[in-house]
């Protein structure tokens, strides 16, 4: 009996040096500059001065440049997208950023997977970029107990523990531990990438996969909770949908769908949405060869050639004009247009 009490106290002891080591390597990650996205200390340094903020997941934080957008509206915005980020992380970060900031509008980007979404469908991905851009250890605490179902713990900790020992790594072998460019304010480029469809392909992928327009009670709640947020701290929300590229749309059906449910959202919600996919003159400016780094995002050159075009039309929406007739009406007459129906 003495040698299985010893056997049980060593291995106690063993599991909890574990956890503690490894807990210290996830918590070392979670608070450092080399968590994906982690931008607090920038954020806090320019608190009182953002008046315009970008939010939504990775499509606008890749295709939405502030100081280009600055430079058209006379504002000082902020891009607090984020890689995989949910409503329940965009009401968290606007909270943080409304609260310390004279913020007199938001662009909230959509998508066809924002009202649709599960947190199964991503595999907690989103968290794990989330909880370190959140402020305090009481924060992201109470994001993880209230926020990530508990099926998603094992993942979060296992990938914050891998990524902590990367870090120390990488600070033992004096690399960078610093992921973000402060310069850029949020806004993060990525490389152009050929994503066009191989011509024998075409006619194959037309149509091939239907969109998922099953929407979530859940996701309208939380969408909701987000206007409502804006709107207390006096600030006006735009919904805007960033340009995918021409071979996302030609693959997937259903489109117009996520169009019908979006605006019945919008006008049910008294919220202006404006859906750059149907951009009239979309194809003068992106192309599936030099315009994208996937099939969901635009590149840094995309983002550099879309930025100045949503600013001009922004500000003029801003601004109380009229500016439908920038757009087409339909995912179906852009598909009409599109390269690859020629």
């Given at each position: 009996?003495?040698?299985?009490?010893?056997?049980?106290?060593?291995?106690?002891?063993?599991?909890?040096?574990?956890?503690?080591?490894?807990?210290?390597?996830?918590?070392?990650?979670?608070?450092?500059?080399?968590?994906?996205?982690?931008?607090?200390?920038?954020?806090?340094?320019?608190?009182?001065?953002?008046?315009?903020?970008?939010?939504?997941?990775?499509?606008?934080?890749?295709?939405?440049?502030?100081?280009?957008?600055?430079?058209?509206?006379?504002?000082?915005?902020?891009?607090?997208?984020?890689?995989?980020?949910?409503?329940?992380?965009?009401?968290?970060?606007?909270?943080?950023?409304?609260?310390?900031?004279?913020?007199?509008?938001?662009?909230?980007?959509v998508?066809?997977?924002?009202?649709?979404?599960?947190?199964?469908?991503?595999?907690?991905?989103?968290?794990?970029?989330?909880?370190?851009?959140?402020?305090?250890?009481q924060?992201?605490?109470?994001?993880?107990l209230?926020?990530?179902d508990?099926?998603?713990?094992?993942?979060?900790?296992?990938?914050?523990?891998?990524?902590?020992?990367?870090?120390?790594?990488?600070?033992?072998?004096?690399?960078?531990?610093?992921?973000?460019?402060?310069?850029?304010?949020?806004?993060?480029?990525?490389?152009?990438?050929?994503?066009?469809?191989?011509?024998?392909?075409?006619?194959?992928?037309?149509?091939s996969?239907?969109?998922?327009?099953?929407?979530?009670?859940?996701?309208?709640?939380?969408?909701?909770?987000?206007?409502?947020?804006?709107?207390?701290?006096?600030?006006?929300?735009?919904?805007?949908?960033?340009?995918?590229?021409?071979?996302?749309?030609?693959?997937?059906?259903?489109?117009?769908?996520?169009?019908?449910?979006?605006?019945?959202?919008?006008?049910?919600?008294?919220?202006?949405?404006?859906?750059?996919?149907?951009?009239?003159?979309?194809?003068?400016?992106?192309?599936?060869?030099?315009?994208y780094?996937?099939?969901?995002?635009?590149?840094?050159?995309?983002?550099?050639?879309?930025?100045?075009?949503?600013?001009e039309?922004?500000?003029?929406?801003?601004?109380?004009?009229?500016?439908?007739?920038?757009?087409?009406?339909?995912?179906?007459?852009?598909?009409?247009?599109s390269?690859?129906?020629?």
């Amino acid at each position: 009996m003495h040698s299985f009490r010893r056997i049980l106290g060593v291995s106690a002891a063993f599991v909890l040096i574990c956890l503690i080591l490894t807990g210290s390597l996830a918590w070392a990650f979670i608070e450092s500059e080399y968590a994906y996205d982690e931008d607090r200390t920038l954020r806090r340094s320019l608190a009182g001065q953002v008046d315009l903020l970008i939010a939504g997941a990775s499509q606008p934080q890749r295709a939405i440049i502030p100081s280009m957008l600055d430079e058209s509206l006379g504002t000082y915005s902020y891009n607090l997208g984020g890689g995989w980020m949910n409503l329940i992380g965009d009401y968290r970060l606007l909270e943080t950023e409304l609260e310390r900031n004279p913020v007199k509008d938001v662009f909230l980007a959509v998508s066809y997977a924002t009202l649709t979404r599960t947190e199964a469908s991503d595999d907690y991905e989103g968290d794990t970029y989330i909880v370190p851009r959140l402020e305090t250890m009481q924060d992201k605490a109470d994001y993880v107990l209230r926020c990530v179902d508990y099926r998603g713990y094992v993942s979060l900790y296992e990938y914050y523990v891998q990524q902590g020992w990367a870090y120390m790594l990488s600070a033992i072998r004096g690399e960078p531990v610093h992921n973000v460019n402060y310069d850029y304010r949020g806004w993060r480029p990525v490389t152009t990438k050929d994503v066009s469809l191989a011509e024998d392909k075409v006619d194959q992928m037309h149509d091939s996969k239907p969109l998922d327009v099953d929407v979530r009670d859940e996701n309208v709640k939380q969408l909701q909770d987000v206007l409502t947020l804006c709107r207390d701290h006096g600030a006006k929300v735009y919904l805007v949908v960033i340009p995918l590229s021409d071979q996302r749309m030609w693959r997937q059906s259903g489109w117009d769908t996520f169009l019908d449910y979006m605006q019945a959202f919008a006008d049910e919600n008294d919220v202006p949405l404006y859906d750059f996919n149907l951009l009239k003159n979309r194809w003068d400016l992106f192309n599936d060869k030099t315009s994208y780094c996937n099939d969901n995002h635009l590149s840094e050159e995309g983002a550099k050639v879309f930025t100045p075009v949503f600013a001009e039309i922004m500000g003029k929406a801003m601004a109380g004009e009229d500016v439908s007739a920038y757009f087409y009406d339909s995912y179906e007459q852009v598909k009409d247009m599109s390269p690859y129906a020629k």
